[in-house]
Nanobody, 123 residues
Framework: QVQLVESGGGLVQAGASLRLSCAAS????????MGWFRQAPGKEREYVAV????????YYANFVKGRFTISRDNAKNTVYLQMNSLKPGDTAVYLC????????????????WGQGTQVTVSS
């Protein structure tokens, strides 16, 4: 059974940092793109960052460039999202997802999803 399990969310003040984790299990993801998305109440799910599980390619939404970093630990089968200089506008449920390829900025491309972790940034 494929599972993506996120953790690391919480309530922080503006300017703080958080590191989200996505533990992957149930299959090999070496040929997948791993993505982080977020969804705020009443808003559509939006792309945050994506990386190939194998390789160095990383991609970021414009609104997080320079603040967020996506990375992985192959030994732990885990993908991370380091979030710095958090803003109240970053408040959302953050979800991890896996896709074979295609339009990697679109949620509909992704085959597997985690349950999400809540990030709340107070002003």
């Amino acid at each position: 059974q494929v599972q993506l399990v996120e953790s690391g969310g919480g309530l922080v003040q503006a300017g703080a940092s958080l590191r989200l984790s996505c533990a992957a299990s149930g299959r090999t993801f070496s040929d997948y793109f791993m993505g982080w998305f977020r969804q705020a109440p009443g808003k559509e799910r939006e792309y945050v960052a994506v990386m190939r599980w194998s390789g160095a390619d990383t991609y970021y939404a414009n609104f997080v460039k320079g603040r967020f970093t996506i990375s992985r630990d192959n030994a732990k089968n885990t993908v991370y999202l380091q979030m710095n200089s958090l803003k109240p506008g970053d408040t959302a449920v953050y979800l991890c997802a896996a896709a074979k390829g295609g339009a990697i900025q679109k949620p509909g491309t992704y085959e597997y999803w985690g349950q999400g972790t809540q990030v709340t940034v107070s002003s």
